[in-house]
Structures are given as structure tokens and as C-alpha cells.
């Protein structure tokens, strides 16, 4: 694993081997919004995405096979970064097909359990925060400054009302 351009080039295939797994589950999240459940919001986003991610990575599999089948001065750089994009997409399409929606239904299935449990009765309330101005919890106004009456009483008598 000593070889820059395998290390080059499995960075390269995470790149795409991500894009194609995000393409999935943003569709799948889209239709899980519009009401679909789980495991059909994943089958859906599987086979509406199939042909997209197909035609990309056949296309991206054409364009490497001529560093897989390269010969001539420089041919085993080439030769080690082509086998391991070529290899590397071709394993990675794969599995982003069939081991992606998988994933997507195990993964929302058990963050749904997780977060949709019911909370005992009682422990659904917030507890109150503490009030400034002490008392029960009631809400007072603001005194202002140097006055013994709410703002609201003084402007009552300012404007000719008694509070």
C-alpha cells in the first residue's frame, strides 16, 4: 500500500462510490416526506436510481480501462491507478445498489424506534424556570426604576386612566 497512485486513486473512489450512495438515500428521503414508509421509500429510490448511477459508473468504468490496459513507458502508474478505480467502482456500484437501501431501512428503522418512544405520563412537562421576581411562578411585570407601580399602571395614569 506503499503506491501513491493507489492511494490517489481510492481517494478518487470514495468520492464515487459516496455520490452514488448519496443520490439513493436523498431520493429515499424524499419520498419517506411525502408519506411513504421505510422499506418502500428505499426500494422505490433503489430502482428509480438505478439507471442514473449505472449509466455514470459504466461510463467512469470505459474511461478507466485504458490505464487497466496500458502498456509502454509509465504503464505501471497507470496500470496501479486504473485496476484500483476500476476494480474499486466496480465492487462499489454494486454494493451501493443492493447494500445502500438496506442500510437506509436498517438505520431509519432504528432511529424511528429510538425516537419515537412514548415518554411516561408526567415526564412530558418542562419543568417551570425559576422566576426573578420570586413568587409562584406567576407572570409580574417590571418594576421601573425608583417606582413601586408596573409599567403598565404609570402608563394607565399617564394617560388619564387610574389603574
Known sequence: MDDIYCQVGLV???GLAAKNAILVVEFANQLLEEGMSITRAAVKAGEERLRPILMTSFAALLGFLPLVLSEGAGASSRW???TALFGGLL????????????LYILVKSAAK????????PGGSKPPESPNH???SGSRREALPAGSSQ?????????????A
Open 133 to 135: 421576581n420570586g413568587g
Open 12 to 14: 478518487t473512489l470514495i
Open 80 to 82: 496501479s491507478l486504473g
Open 91 to 102: 465492487l462499489a456500484t454494486f454494493l451501493s445498489l443492493f447494500l445502500v437501501p438496506i
Open 150 to 162: 408596573p409599567e403598565s399602571a404609570l402608563r394607565s395614569q399617564q394617560d388619564g386612566k387610574t
Open 113 to 120: 424506534a429510538i425516537f419515537s418512544r412514548k415518554r411516561p
